[in-house]
């Protein structure tokens, strides 16, 4: 299985910091990366996939790219509505495994 | 707008077994592949399983194969997991959700979820 390793994976920040949480996965996956937001007692929600195409709906702030195997979320001037814990998804091959989850808490 | 709900959660003893159903609405539920997706109490996310939209074929997680059974109901708009021989390590929030195709393939990515059941192993 594809083994996919988030980091940080806690980050204190403040409203209007920009944050960057990276992805890496233990095998090539080409672009076949989503990433998902979850807020407490919430369900996940799509944000970003091919690594960097934004879904519908989904603020401009957010951002994802790729360089190689690894991939990075990048929040620019992170609003109170951010803090949440984020997970990057591998697509590239069964089983679809998940990162373990970076959390943003405010600072 | 599309909504997924699910239902069938509890309490159930090790050994037990647990129906969780998933009624879809707003889609053509047919045109899409459906997984579920588990997170553990303060864990993160597990795919659990997947079936294609036209229900040939299905996928499962080593931790739940042989245990577990997706199934779906085009009729009825309705998903379902059938688990039997649960364990506690089976305790989780346990989603549905919804690719954005899949009627002969699933993709893995997830664009809408449901709000999630609760399936509470323990004796």
């Known amino acids: 299985d594809i083994q996919l390793t988030q980091s940080p994976s806690f980050v204190s920040a403040s409203v209007g910091d920009s944050v960057t949480i990276t992805c890496r996965a233990s095998?090539?996956?080409?672009?076949?990366l989503a990433w998902y937001q979850q807020k407490p007692g919430k369900a996940p929600k799509l944000l970003i996939y091919g690594a960097s195409t934004l879904q519908s709906g989904v603020p401009s702030r957010f951002s994802g790219s790729r360089s190689g195997a690894e991939f990075t979320l990048t929040i620019s001037s992170l609003q109170p509505e951010d803090f949440a814990t984020y997970y990057c998804q591998q697509l590239i091959s069964y089983p679809w495994t998940f990162g373990q989850g970076a959390r943003v808490e405010i600072k | 707008e599309v909504q997924l709900l699910e239902s069938g959660g509890g309490l159930v003893l090790p050994g037990g077994s647990l129906r969780l159903s998933c009624a879809a609405s707003?889609?053509?539920?047919?045109?899409?592949?459906m997984s579920w997706v588990r997170q553990a109490p303060g864990k993160g996310l597990e795919w659990v399983s997947a079936?294609?939209?036209?229900?040939?074929?299905?996928y499962y997680a080593d931790s739940v194969k042989g245990r577990f059974t997706i199934s779906r109901d085009n009729y009825k708009n309705t998903l379902y997991l059938e688990m039997n021989n649960l364990r506690a390590e089976d305790t989780a929030i346990y989603y549905c959700a919804k690719e954005p195709g899949g009627y002969y393939e699933v993709s893995g990515l997830l664009d809408v979820w449901g709000k999630g059941t609760t399936v509470t192993v323990s004796s």
């Open positions: 707003g889609i053509t539920f047919s045109s899409y592949a």
């Open positions: 079936i294609t939209g036209n229900e040939a074929d299905t």
């Open positions: 095998q090539a996956i080409s672009s076949y």
